[in-house]
């Protein structure tokens, strides 16, 4: 299975809101912007204005393609 992974970095503590103790923390809260200042999906929650991918990506992302392969296995003791 051939796909395309994305990967963004970004600079750790900038644009963090403040801590929620609670486990949806780590994937957003409704209506809410946790853990970061930023919408869930930025930048892919937007439309993409660039013709092609050299004019989209930014110094901080990376496009790789990759290839999924699975091989069943079964170890038995």
């Known amino acids: 299975m051939l796909r395309r992974v994305t990967a963004v970095i970004k600079v750790y503590g900038a644009n963090t809101v403040p ?3 609670n486990a949806s ?3 957003g809260i409704k209506n809410q ?3 970061d200042k930023r919408a869930m999906g930025y930048p892919f929650d937007r439309v993409i ?3 092609n991918c050299k004019e989209f990506l ?3 992302m990376k496009l790789q393609n990759i290839k999924i392969l699975f091989k069943e296995q079964c170890h038995l003791k």
């Open 19 to 21: 801590e929620c103790g």
């Open 25 to 27: 923390s780590y994937c």
């Open 33 to 35: 912007k946790y853990p």
């Open 58 to 60: 930014l110094p901080n």
């Open 49 to 51: 204005k660039a013709k």
